[in-house]
T-cell receptor
Framework: KNEVEQSPQNLTAQEGEFITINCSYS?????LHWLQQHPGGGIVSLFM???GKKKHGRLIATINIQEKHSSLHITASHPRDSAVYIC?????FGTGTRLQVFP | EPEVTQTPSHQVTQMGQEVILRCVPI?????FYWYRQILGQKVEFLVS??????SEKSEIFDDQFSVERPDGSNFTLKIRSTKLEDSAMYFC?????WGAGNEQFFGPGTRLTVL
């Protein structure tokens, strides 16, 4: 059975801080999905990655297939980054990491 | 920019009634999905659909649920005889290739409230 675990569950930060959110999974995969869920409920795709690293603006996602682990980093965090960040593998979603960034 | 749309945004129904949730996927996408998220819980996969048939479904997707692509644009989720525990946000998503390795685009969701 595929399990997807995220840590931490909740995260608070001051504006400008570097953020790291972790995701571990239990089955072999070809790709992992990072998503952002806004306070209003909408879900936005951030990254789909199968190896190495991807960068988009202030967001960086890395994956280690052998260790079954991925991280999402946010550089120079901003209050508008406040959201729930979700890792998904093979249609199984993690419980999400709730990030709050304070000015 | 193309987007997935869902209607209605909020549906209130009485227990035992049937509801149909509608989705319009991105036009050139071939794979369609329904997910649900009970308040305060994680997103759960319900079903995926390709070439006019279900390609994968979860344990949640029992005989109470059905999906259909009635025309070239709409993708619907029907819930027969709704129960209180069906209250949730339902998300539709679409992708241009099979979803496990390809990016899915999500609609804004339909909040279903069963009274």
């Amino acid at each position: 059975k595929n399990e997807v675990e995220q840590s931490p569950q909740n995260l608070t930060a001051q504006e400008g801080e570097f953020i790291t959110i972790n995701c571990s999974y239990s089955v072999g995969i070809s790709a992992l999905h990072w998503l952002q869920q806004h306070p209003g409920g909408g879900i936005v795709s951030l990254f789909m990655l199968s190896s190495g690293k991807k960068k988009h603006g202030r967001l960086i996602a890395t994956i280690n297939i052998q260790e079954k682990h991925s991280s999402l980093h946010i550089t120079a965090s901003h209050p508008r980054d406040s959201a729930v960040y979700i890792c998904a593998v093979k249609l199984i979603f993690g419980t999400g990491t709730r990030l709050q960034v304070f000015p | 920019e193309p987007e997935v749309t869902q209607t209605p945004s909020h549906q209130v129904t009485q227990m035992g009634q049937e509801v149909i949730l509608r989705c319009v996927p991105i036009s050139n996408h071939l794979y369609f999905y329904w997910y649900r998220q009970i308040l305060g819980q994680k997103v759960e996969f319900l079903v995926s659909f390709y070439n006019n048939e279900i390609s994968e479904k979860s344990e949640i997707f029992d005989d109470q649920f059905s999906v259909e692509r009635p025309d070239g644009s709409n993708f619907t989720l029907k819930i027969r005889s709704t129960k209180l525990e069906d209250s949730a946000m339902y998300f539709c998503a679409s992708s241009d290739y099979w979803g496990a390795g390809n990016e899915q685009f999500f609609g804004p969701g339909t909040r279903l409230t069963v009274l």
